[in-house]
T-cell receptor, first 112, second 112 residues
């Protein structure tokens, strides 16, 4: 059974730093992996989607990588800002029935 | 504007009462999902539907029911059989397995 793990559960860094969030999964037979952002009490916003055939995706200051063979994905945030403070979740889609398997998230705090 | 609308934002349920959470999308997406989110845990799938008039149980379907009579709508009923319904409920949709999922803003259900 696929399991998705995100470590650390929480992270606090000063503004301006570059940082990396980690996501690992146990079964490499995935269709794609998606990173989301969630603000307190809100729904989820999709940040980046990486197909299984891709190695990375970029959007602005965000870069997500995927290494299927090792079961890992990273979300790189450059030049962090206080507005980046949120919980970041990763999810894998492992089969054609559209289901997503979720990590528990990393709560990120960017200190001004 | 295209998107997913969940209502209400906050909902209070008395013991033994059934309540229905609304989810409507105007994105013309085939697949729709209901997730439950508890503090410190990943999202858990309650039910999902890939086409109209068809839906499947997720990992925690007991005590919940759904219908999919229209493509745009996927309401979730929390029945009295659900013994611990206090949680944040999220609805999502996506047009296919290779495309990002879109989320509503969530409904927070509290038992009083």
């Amino acid at each position: 059974k696929q399991e998705v793990t995100q470590i650390p559960a929480a992270l606090s860094v000063p503004e301006g730093e570059n940082l990396v969030l980690n996501c690992s999964f146990t079964d490499s037979a995935i269709y794609n992996l998606q990173w989301f952002r969630q603000d307190p009490g809100k729904g989820l916003t999709s940040l980046l989607l990486i197909q299984s055939s891709q190695r990375e995706q970029t959007s602005g200051r965000l870069n997500a990588s995927l290494d299927k063979s090792s079961g890992r994905s990273t979300l790189y945030i450059a030049a962090s800002q206080p507005g980046d403070s949120a919980t970041y979740l990763c999810a894998v889609c492992e089969n054609s029935n559209y289901q997503l398997i979720w990590g528990a998230g990393t709560k990120l705090i960017i200190k001004p | 504007d295209g998107g997913i609308t969940q209502s209400p934002k906050y909902l209070f349920r008395k013991e033994g009462q059934n309540v229905t959470l609304s989810c409507e999308q105007n994105l013309n997406h085939d697949a729709m999902y209901w997730y439950r989110q508890d503090p410190g845990q990943g999202l858990r799938l309650i039910y999902y539907s890939q086409i109209v008039n068809d839906f499947q149980k997720g990992d925690i379907a007991e005590g919940y029911s759904v219908s999919r009579e229209k493509k745009e709508s996927f309401p979730l009923t929390v029945t009295s059989a659900q013994k611990n319904p206090t949680a944040f409920y999220l609805c999502a949709s996506r047009p296919g397995s290779l495309v990002a999922a879109f989320f509503g803003q969530g409904t927070r259900l509290t038992v009083v």
